[in-house]
Nanobody, 117 residues
């Protein structure tokens, strides 16, 4: 499974962005059983889980983004989306798409999100 993330950029505080991740070179039956997630890593900090959506559609969010971010998936398009609103400077980081099934994990290349104050 190869993951291609896009949608990052520069936005002012309070603004919105949408990140997308597509699993290329994967058929739907391979993509759909994976739990999909977005992680982020800010400079000098460890990578942290932002949001996850399981293969059954259940979602979970980091406390810091609850109520502001929404994760969704479209198995027919082999994609996962992270909608981010009310962005804060603390949301500035490189965001990574992740796919997990059992012990196997795949990572996308990361997309930069910068929120200016």
């Amino acid at each position: 499974v190869q993951l291609q993330a896009s949608g990052g950029g520069l936005v002012q505080a309070g603004g919105s962005l949408r990140l997308s991740c597509v699993a290329s070179r994967a058929i739907t039956s391979v993509f759909s059983p994976h739990d999909m997630a977005w992680y982020r890593q800010a400079p000098g900090k460890q990578r942290e889980l932002v949001a996850v959506i399981t293969s059954s559609g259940s979602t979970n969010y980091a406390d810091s983004v609850k109520g502001r971010f929404t994760i969704s998936r479209d198995n027919s398009k082999k994609s996962v989306t992270l909608r981010m609103s009310s962005l804060k400077p603390d949301d500035t980081a490189v965001y990574y798409c992740n796919a997990k099934r059992g012990p196997t994990m795949y990572w996308g290349q990361g997309t930069q999100v910068t929120v200016s104050s």
